[in-house]
């Protein structure tokens, strides 16, 4: 079991992309801390799995696959949560859609795509969970939004460290970051009278383990580059998440938290 600081005992958390490298990450960890989490994705097959995975106390791992662009089966979902819980203590937002294409090949149909998902729809879910994070100002607990944003939101990628990888991060996943960031600082600002705090987290360099294997010039390549000389684990992300939906973090609003190793202090 991973061990945990900050009790979420109690605490009803939606974790988007919650199948993830760092989402599933995310939901070991708050489920480790008392949370009951509901895991979000367009995969049944591999959340049933992560649920499996994690084995005990799945009464507090409730499984909830549905697009989050999609308005019908959003509003279905959170019916569900209103009906078992009556409320939302946390909303993670960390589902993205995945593509790449270089500057060159990227088309305007690959920027519709990555910013529907990655922030028009990341949007419409947190509009529709306003209500149910919603708290009295008398309240010592706020409801609380992370935002999973990227390194990438505030600093260009390196074209020498991808080199013919084919790992090049394209234009479209920074850009959708960066409108993340954004988006938090607005939400910070706009929805705080409803006692709701929102912040953002910024991972950097997070391949998955089997890269060291497959493309060890590429690894090699990005822990150059980190002051630290390292990738980062998905816990370090999941730790940093799991303190801002404490109430360990009150007073912390409006923020943006790199985990990146030093990166973007270059």
């Not at 990450?25 to 949370?35: C, N, T, Y």
């Not at 991808?162 to 988006?183: E, H, R, T, V, W």
């Not at 822990?223 to 992300?237: L, Q, T």
């Amino acid at each position: 079991m991973t061990h945990c600081f900050f009790d979420l005992t109690d605490k009803v958390i939606l974790v988007t992309g919650a199948s993830g490298y760092l989402g599933s990450a995310m939901v070991e960890r708050f489920h480790a801390a008392g949370g009951h989490v509901y895991l979000n994705g367009r995969n049944s097959e591999k959340l049933q799995s992560l649920v499996k995975k994690i084995g005990h106390d799945q009464n507090r791992l409730t499984v909830v696959p549905f697009d989050i662009a999609d308005e019908e089966a959003r509003r279905k979902s959170l019916t569900v949560i209103k009906q078992q819980h009556g409320r939302l203590d946390g909303l993670v937002n960390n589902a993205f859609m995945p593509m790449s294409a270089s500057v060159y090949k990227a088309t305007f149909d690959d920027f519709q795509k990555s910013l529907g998902t990655n922030v028009s729809a990341t949007f419409a879910l947190s509009q529709d969970c306003f209500s149910l994070l919603e708290r009295p100002h008398n309240d010592k607990d706020s409801g609380v939004i992370v935002n999973i944003a990227s390194m990438y939101g505030m600093v260009s990628p390196d074209p020498s460290i991808y080199g013919d990888s084919g790992m090049n991060n394209p234009p479209f996943y920074g850009a959708s970051k960066a409108a993340i960031l954004q988006l938090t600082r607005y939400f910070a600002t706009h929805i705080i009278d409803k006692n709701i705090r929102t912040n953002a987290v910024s991972p950097g360099s997070f391949p998955p383990e089997s890269i060291k294997q497959s493309m060890p010039q590429f690894h090699e390549n990005l822990c150059n580059k980190v002051p630290m000389k390292r990738i980062g684990k998905p816990e370090e992300v999941a730790a940093v998440v799991h303190f801002l939906l404490s109430s360990e973090a009150s007073y912390i609003n409006g923020a943006n938290i790199p985990v990146d190793g030093g990166w973007t202090a270059w």
